[in-house]
C-alpha cells in the first residue's frame, strides 16, 4: 500500500435520488489527487468527518481506500 496525506475535504449528502439518505466524503491530496468514500451510511460518513477534523495527520492509500490515522500514546489523558 502506498499511503498519502489527506490535506483537504469535501461532504456530499444526497437529500434525493438514487443515492438518497448517502453521504460521499471526498479527501484530496497535496497532488490534487483525489479519492472518494462513496454512497457512505450516514453515521459512518458522520465518523469520518469527525476524524477529519480532530485527527492529523491522516493517511489514504488512494488505492484501497484504507486509512490510518497518527499515533497516539495508550492511556494517556488530555494535556
Given amino acids: ?8 475535504y469535501r461532504v456530499a449528502y444526497f437529500h434525493t ?3 438518497a439518505g448517502k453521504t460521499d466524503v471526498v479527501v484530496m491530496f497535496d497532488d490534487n489527487e483525489m479519492y472518494t468514500f462513496d454512497g457512505l451510511p450516514s ?6 468527518v469527525d476524524l477529519l477534523r480532530n485527527e492529523a495527520p ?6 484501497t481506500g484504507t ?6 500514546p495508550v492511556g494517556s489523558g488530555e494535556v
Fill in 58 to 63: 491522516i493517511w489514504v492509500d488512494p488505492v
Fill in 1 to 8: 500500500m502506498t499511503f498519502k496525506t489527506i490535506c483537504r
Fill in 67 to 72: 486509512f490510518v490515522v497518527a499515533d497516539e
Fill in 43 to 48: 453515521d459512518t460518513a458522520h465518523h469520518l
Fill in 17 to 19: 435520488g438514487p443515492k
